[in-house]
């Protein structure tokens, strides 16, 4: 009769069962077969991918792991890619991207979010009125035009509601290119500055993007808003990044939602600087550890105005760029 007790001779002669695992392999499968695309919208974890020239619906490949995916990255899709109703398919790579646009939730999260890959022209949209332009996250979105690596161009609307000329002012020293519209204005200009480009539209909701977008991209049926008359702020209307195609093969754009906030705590001084080759220079001769601010002594920015080899409104406007890094992002 068993006593629930074992001797020492039982626990010599046991054989713990074994668990059927495949062997591991570093062998890594190549994805050759995969069709190649680009994310255009993501979705609660379901991605829409442009496989030759039509929309597939997708899931990304556990081997993924927890790397995220993002509007414009350029991906392998292995299974079903006919994209008919009610067909999944797999992201199985992610190639490497040239750019990535990033910000924080707020100016003390580490966390960073890309919000769009492979990007090469950042065009920040402001009204000049209705709502009032907010150039402290103007200033923010340049910054992380310039920390990302891409071209950034001014695209200022409503021109019908109030002259651009204040504000042109103020940024004209950074030589940041820019263009002026208005409802039911020609958009040649803007249209000029797009082709042949992967350009992200970003700015507050009510200026008037969704409007442009839709100008620019026929039936791309983007929801306008309208800005509310007592706060002079504007209803979100667009809910996610979406990559979108211009006519003619002229290049692609991509609307974003419209942003209140936009954290920098992942841009550094010295890479911001870089975006300014001219002023870089003059900082060779800067003490260890100088941010190049208007409190740093012996700055080389300083010394180049005061021997007059500096722009003194450029170093105002770097200045100004390396200020709102720091000032609430809200």
């Not at 890619?81 to 707020?106: F, N, P, S």
């Not at 300014?276 to 012996?298: A, I, K, Q, S, V």
Request: charged residues 30%.
């Amino acid at each position: 009769m068993p006593t629930g007790r074992y001797s020492d001779q039982d626990v010599e002669h046991y054989d713990r069962p074994r668990r059927r695992t495949r062997p591991r392999t570093k062998e890594r499968p190549t994805y050759d077969d995969a069709a190649d695309g680009v994310v255009v919208t993501v979705d609660r974890g379901r991605f829409t991918v442009l496989v030759a020239g039509h929309l597939v619906y997708a899931m990304k490949a556990r081997p993924l792991g927890r790397r995220g995916v993002v509007v414009g990255d350029r991906v392998k899709v292995e299974g079903d890619v006919t994209g008919d109703e009610g067909t999944l398919a797999r992201i199985v790579e992610v190639h490497e991207r040239t750019t990535t646009l990033r910000r924080t939730a707020d100016d003390d999260d580490p966390v960073e979010r890309v919000i769009v890959a492979n990007a090469d022209q950042l065009v920040v949209v402001v009204a000049i009125a209705d709502p009032e332009p907010q150039p402290r996250l103007l200033d923010r979105a340049l910054v992380a035009a310039f920390d990302a690596g891409l071209a950034p161009l001014l695209c200022l609307t409503k021109s019908d509601l109030a002259s651009p000329e204040p504000l042109l002012a103020t940024y004209r020293s950074l030589g940041v290119p820019w263009v002026v519209t208005h409802r039911g204005g020609d958009l040649a200009e803007l249209r000029e500055s797009l082709a042949d480009r992967t350009s992200v539209l970003l700015g507050s909701s009510g200026v008037g993007k969704s409007t442009l977008v839709n100008a620019l991209v026929p039936h791309a049926d983007r929801e306008v808003g309208v800005v509310n008359a007592v706060t002079g702020r504007g209803r979100h209307t667009s809910t996610s990044a979406y990559l979108l195609a211009l006519p003619d093969d002229q290049g692609w754009i991509i609307d974003t939602p419209g942003i209140r906030s936009f954290g920098l705590a992942h841009v550094q001084p010295e890479h911001l600087i870089e975006a300014f080759p001219d002023l870089d220079e003059m900082t060779e001769e800067c003490p260890r550890g100088c941010t190049h601010g208007t409190d740093e002594p012996e700055c080389g920015l300083d010394e180049a105005v005061a021997r007059g080899e500096a722009d003194p409104e450029r170093v105002a406007s770097f200045r100004r760029l390396l200020a709102a890094r720091s000032e609430p992002a809200y």
